[in-house]
C-alpha cells in the first residue's frame, strides 16, 4: 500500500494473465491501471508503461476479485514491478516487486505478504479496525490497529483482565499506537491501575493511571519490560496504521496478560488525543478518550484463532489529507524551504521535498484576485515556480506541454537573501495548479485555486435595474471576463445586451438535469420562444453554480467575435469598452437546451437597461441623453454647423462690399468656432473620463480639429499680398491654394465628425430622439448646400455683369482681387484706394451725334 488503502493478493495465473483476490482501493482519479516498470527508482518507474487494458476508474473496491489479462505483446519478463498507476497525477497507489527471475511466479509460489495484509479483520467502530494473524507454534501474535483519525490520535487495543465483569479498564493489559507529527510510527505495551491519565507520584516515584509498563517498573527496578515490538506503520489517505507483534504468553507475568488463542477473552479499545514526550515523560501518553460508547472506545469477546474477515472495503476517511493544508493569506509571506521527505503525500518522490512555512509539501488554498506572496529560501539550485505539470522540473526536458503562471529560473534564494515571488491568481487560473522545483522534479505538491469574493476576482461591478443582478467584469486587451450573480432563488439567471428583450444578446446560466452548470449564449429577435436563436459564440473560462438557489455565472468572451462567416447574429455582437453596454436582466424558474416553451421563459425582469461604463467601472440609469455629452453634440454643431460655414461663406462672398466687414466677419467666425470647438472637446473628455481614439466618429474628429489648427497657423505664415498690377509670387499662389483647401477640407471632414457623432450617440443609447436629430441635421445641411448654390450662382452672374460691363471703361478694372490678404487688416486701405482710383476713371463718348 502506498496510497488509496490499496491492499490485497495477486496471483499469477499463467504466461499472460494474473488475479487479485480481497481487493480493496479507494476512488481514483479518471485514469488508473496496472503498470509495469523496471524497478521503483523514480525515473524508471515513471517511465513506466501499462500492462493491460483493464482500467480502474473512479471506483472504489471492496474486497473485490476478478482477473486482469496482459497485453498481447507482453510477458512477465518485462515486468519487474507491477503497480496501481493513477496516469493523471503520475502517482504508485501501490505494487508489486517479482524478483529478477520471474519464472518462480508463473507456479504462484511466492508467498510474500505486505505488511497491510492479515488474515483476519474485525470492526470495532466505522472509523477503527483492528486486523490480526496468529502463529501459535511460535508464540506470537501480529496485530494490526487501522484508524480513520487525526494523525496526533491514539490507537488503544489490549486484553481486559479475566477476573473482572464490570470496570474492565482496570488491570487491562493494552497497547497503545499511533503515528507521530514527523510521520513515524510508534506502539508502547501499558497497564491500567485506573480511569485516569498517568500520574506520578514525585515523592516515591510510583505511578498511577493509564501508564507504559515501564513507568511501573522503573519504579522498582529499572527494568523494561515492554514486550510489544514494532513491525511496520504509515498513514496514508487520512488512516493511520500501525502493525506490532506481541507474545501469546508473555515473559512478563506482572504487567501482561496470557492471551489464550483457542478461548474467547474481552478485549477493550479506545482511540482518543494524546500528549507527546516531554522532560518529565518521555512516552506518549494517551490522555481520556472522550467520545461516546462504540465510537471512541468499547469492548467485545474475541477469540483470535476464529477467521473472521467483516471489513468490507477500504476506511474512508473525512479529511484524505495527510499533509497539512496552509490558506494562504496576502498578508503573511509564505517561506519556501527544502527539507527530508518524511511522509510525502505522492509517491514515487525524490529525497527531498518542498516544504512551506515548515510543513513538509502541504496542499496550498488560494483564492483568486488575492495576491500571494512567496519568500523563497530553498537554496540556489532549487527555483521555484507554479505549474500546470503535476511533475514539475521544467516539463520542455520531457518534451511535455505546461502553463507556468509564476516563478521561474530566478526565484532562487536562502535564508540570508530570499527572493519574494507574489503571485495573483486570477478568474482563469486551473482549479488546481502546482508548486514544483524548476530543476527537479516533484518536489512539491498541490495548489487548490478556490473562488474569492467576485469583487476580488473581478475589477469592477455595478448593480443592474432594481439592484437584483449584479454585474461583475474585468477587461483585458482583447476580451472580457464577465460574471453575474443573482440575489433572490431562481431556476436560471440570464443577462442580455441591448435596451430590451427584442433584439439582444443574451446570455443564459442554469444548472441542468445532472447537476452540470452551463452558460448558453442567445440571439433575441422576438417576444416569443421561435424568436430565441442559441448562437455559436467563443466562451472560454466558462463556470456557473447555484449556492442555495442562488444563480451565479461567469464567462470570457473576445471584444470582437472572430467569425469566417460574418452573417451569423454573434459576429455583429461587439463589445466597445468606450461604449457604454447595455446590460437587461431575467429570472425564472427553469430553462431547458431544447423544447423551449412559454414556462421556459423569465418570470421577473429589469424594467430598463443599465448603461454600463466599461473603462470607468460604473453604471448609469437609461435616459434619453447626457447632459454633458448633449452640451458636447451643441457646441460642435454650432462651430461645424454654423460659425465655421459663415465664415467662409463671409470670405467668398461678401469681398464686393465696401470696406474690410469681410475679413472681419470671417476672422471672428473662425476663431470663435475654433474656440467653441476645443471647448466642447474637453467636455466630452471631461464626461468620459478619458481620450479613446476607438470609434469612427473620434477619428474624425481628431482630424477636424489638427486642419481646424492649422489655418491659424497657415495664416501666420503667409506671403506679401502683391502691390496693384504686380504679378502674385509662387509662394503666394501656393499659400492661397493650401488655404483654401484645408478650409474647405475641415469643413467637410467637420461634417462628416458631426454625422459619425450622431451615429455614436444613437449606438450607445438608442432611441428616437437620436434619429430625429440625424434627420434634422441633415436637412440643416442640406439647406445650407442650397444656400450655396444660390449665392455661387449670384456670384458669377455678378462676376459676368461686370465682364459684360468692362467693354464700356477705358480706365480701370473693377473686378475683385480673387488674391486678396484674408486675415491682415492692413490691406484694407490700399484697396479702398484702389476702389476710388477706380471711380475716377473717365468715358470717351464719340463726339458726332
Known amino acids: 500500500m502506498v496510497q488509496h488503502q490499496l491492499r490485497g493478493h495477486l496471483k499469477i495465473l499463467d504466461d499472460c494473465s494474473f488475479q487479485v483476490t480481497r481487493f480493496d482501493m479507494l476512488a481514483g482519479s479518471s485514469d488508473v491501471v496496472f503498470w509495469g516498470a523496471d524497478s521503483l527508482v523514480f525515473s524508471n518507474i515513471t517511465g513506466g508503461f501499462p500492462i493491460s487494458d483493464y482500467h480502474l476508474n473512479q471506483t472504489t473496491y471492496k474486497n473485490a476479485s476478478f482477473s486482469v489479462q496482459l497485453l498481447p505483446n507482453l510477458n512477465w519478463s518485462q515486468i519487474n514491478v507491477l503497480s496501481v498507476w493513477d496516469r493523471t497525477t503520475t502517482s504508485d497507489f501501490g505494487h508489486v516487486t517479482f524478483p529478477v527471475n520471474g519464472s518462480n511466479q508463473l507456479n504462484g509460489s511466492d508467498q510474500s505478504l505486505a505488511p497491510t495484509m492479515f488474515d483476519n479483520c474485525k470492526n470495532l467502530s466505522d472509523n477503527y479496525r483492528v486486523r490480526w494473524s496468529l502463529n501459535v507454534e511460535e508464540n506470537w501474535i501480529e496485530i494490526g490497529l487501522e484508524a480513520a483519525t487525526r494523525m496526533m490520535d491514539y490507537m488503544g487495543f489490549g486484553w481486559a483482565s479475566p477476573n473482572r465483569t464490570t470496570e474492565l479498564m482496570s488491570g487491562a493489559d493494552v497497547a497503545v499506537a499511533g503515528i507521530t507529527d514527523e510521520g513515524k510510527p510508534f506502539v508502547d505495551d501499558f497497564y491500567i491501575t485506573s480511569y485516569s491519565e498517568c500520574k506520578l507520584n514525585a515523592k516515591d516515584g510510583s505511578a498511577l493511571g493509564v501508564c507504559p509498563d515501564v513507568v511501573y517498573e522503573n519504579s522498582e527496578n529499572g527494568h523494561e519490560v515492554n514486550n510489544t515490538r514494532l513491525i511496520y506503520g504509515h498513514r496514508r489517505d487520512g488512516v493511520s496504521f500501525v502493525r506490532y507483534r506481541k507474545p501469546l504468553k508473555s515473559p512478563d507475568e506482572k504487567y501482561d496478560l ?59 476517511a473525512d479529511d484524505k489529507e495527510d499533509q497539512d493544508l496552509i490558506i494562504a493569506d496576502s498578508t503573511v509571506p509564505l517561506v519556501v524551504t527544502t527539507g527530508e521527505a518524511l511522509h510525502y503525500p505522492n509517491p514515487p518522490s525524490p529525497t527531498k521535498v518542498l516544504y512551506i512555512n515548515k510543513k513538509e ?67 482563469n487560473t486551473p482549479d488546481q495548479v502546482y508548486y ?10 498541490r495548489v487548490q485555486v478556490v473562488d474569492g469574493g467576485l469583487s476580488d476576482m473581478y475589477n469592477n461591478s455595478v448593480f443592474l435595474d432594481d439592484q437584483q443582478v449584479t454585474f461583475f467584469w474585468t477587461l483585458s486587451k482583447d476580451s472580457i471576463s464577465i460574471a453575474a450573480r443573482g440575489v433572490k432563488k431562481s431556476g436560471y439567471l440570464a443577462i442580455g445586451f441591448g435596451s430590451g428583450m427584442v433584439n439582444s444578446y443574451a446570455y443564459v446560466g442554469w444548472i441542468d438535469s445532472i447537476g452540470q452548470g452551463r452558460v448558453d449564449s442567445y440571439w433575441i429577435d422576438g417576444k416569443d420562444v421561435s424568436n430565441l436563436h442559441p448562437t ?117 462672398y461678401l469681398k464686393h462690399v465696401k470696406g474690410d466687414g469681410w475679413y472681419q466677419i470671417h476672422v471672428y467666425l473662425q476663431y470663435s468656432g475654433l474656440a467653441i470647438t476645443l471647448l466642447a ?54 499659400w ?29 443609447y438608442g432611441g428616437e430622439n437620436v434619429h430625429g436629430l440625424s434627420l434634422a441635421l441633415m436637412i440643416w445641411f442640406l439647406i445650407g448646400a442650397l444656400m450655396v448654390i444660390y449665392l455661387e450662382y449670384r456670384e458669377r452672374q455678378r462676376r459676368r455683369e461686370r465682364l ?46
Not at 436 to 443: A, V
Not at 816 to 821: L, P, T
Not at 831 to 842: A, F, R, W, Y
Open 258 to 316: 496470557p492471551v489464550n488463542p483457542t478461548e474467547k477473552m474481552t478485549v477493550i479499545w479506545a482511540i482518543g488525543l494524546m500528549n507527546p514526550p516531554d522532560s518529565i515523560r518521555p512516552y506518549f501518553m494517551p490522555q481520556n478518550h472522550g467520545g461516546p460508547r462504540n465510537v471512541r472506545y468499547g469492548h467485545l469477546v474475541l477469540n483470535v484463532s476464529e477467521s473472521v474477515n467483516d471489513c468490507l472495503g477500504p476506511l474512508d
Open 361 to 427: 509539501a502541504p496542499v496550498l488554498r488560494v483564492e483568486r484576485g488575492v495576491p500571494v506572496k512567496f519568500s523563497v529560501q530553498a537554496g540556489h539550485n532549487v527555483s521555484f515556480y507554479i505549474t500546470s505539470d503535476n511533475l514539475g522540473g521544467n516539463a520542455t526536458t520531457r518534451n511535455a506541454s505546461e502553463t507556468i503562471y509564476a516563478g521561474g529560473p530566478e526565484a532562487q534564494g536562502v535564508y540570508a537573501s530570499p527572493h519574494e515571488l507574489i503571485w495573483a491568481p486570477d478568474r
Open 436 to 445: 514544483q522545483s524548476l530543476y527537479q522534479q516533484k518536489m512539491g505538491w
Open 536 to 652: 455559436n459564440e467563443n466562451l472560454t473560462h466558462v463556470r456557473c453554480r447555484s449556492e442555495n438557489g442562488i444563480i451565479t455565472f461567469e464567462f470570457t468572451r473576445p471584444l470582437k467575435p472572430s467569425c469566417s462567416h460574418n452573417d451569423r447574429p454573434e459576429c455583429k455582437n461587439i463589445v466597445d469598452p468606450t461604449t457604454p453596454l447595455r446590460v437587461i436582466w431575467a429570472m425564472g424558474a427553469k430553462w431547458a437546451d431544447e423544447h423551449l416553451s412559454e414556462r421556459n421563459m423569465h418570470s421577473v425582469t429589469s424594467q430598463r437597461p443599465v448603461r454600463v461604463l466599461l473603462m470607468r467601472g460604473s453604471s448609469e440609469a437609461e435616459q434619453d441623453l447626457r447632459p454633458v455629452l448633449a452640451v458636447h453634440g451643441f457646441m460642435m454643431f454650432l462651430s461645424w454647423g454654423i460659425l465655421l460655414p459663415g465664415g467662409i461663406l463671409a470670405a467668398r
Open 681 to 734: 472637446l474637453l467636455f466630452a473628455v471631461a464626461e468620459l473620463r478619458g481620450f479613446f481614439v476607438s470609434s469612427l466618429h473620434v477619428k474624425f474628429g481628431i482630424a477636424t480639429i489638427f486642419l481646424a489648427c492649422v489655418q491659424p497657423a497657415n495664416a501666420y505664415f503667409r506671403p506679401k499680398k502683391p502691390s496693384n498690377g504686380e504679378e502674385p509670387s509662387s509662394n503666394r499662389i501656393l
Open 736 to 764: 492661397e491654394y493650401i488655404h483654401v483647401i484645408v478650409g474647405r477640407g475641415a469643413i467637410v471632414v467637420g461634417i462628416a465628425a458631426l454625422f459619425t457623432g450622431m451615429k455614436h450617440l444613437g449606438e450607445r
Open 804 to 849: 459684360l460691363g468692362r467693354g464700356n471703361w477705358v480706365l480701370g478694372d473693377l473686378e475683385e482681387d480673387d488674391s486678396v490678404d484674408l486675415l491682415s487688416p492692413n490691406r484694407a486701405p490700399g484697396h479702398k484706394g484702389s476702389q476710388n482710383s477706380g471711380l475716377m476713371e473717365v468715358q470717351l463718348e464719340p463726339l458726332s451725334r
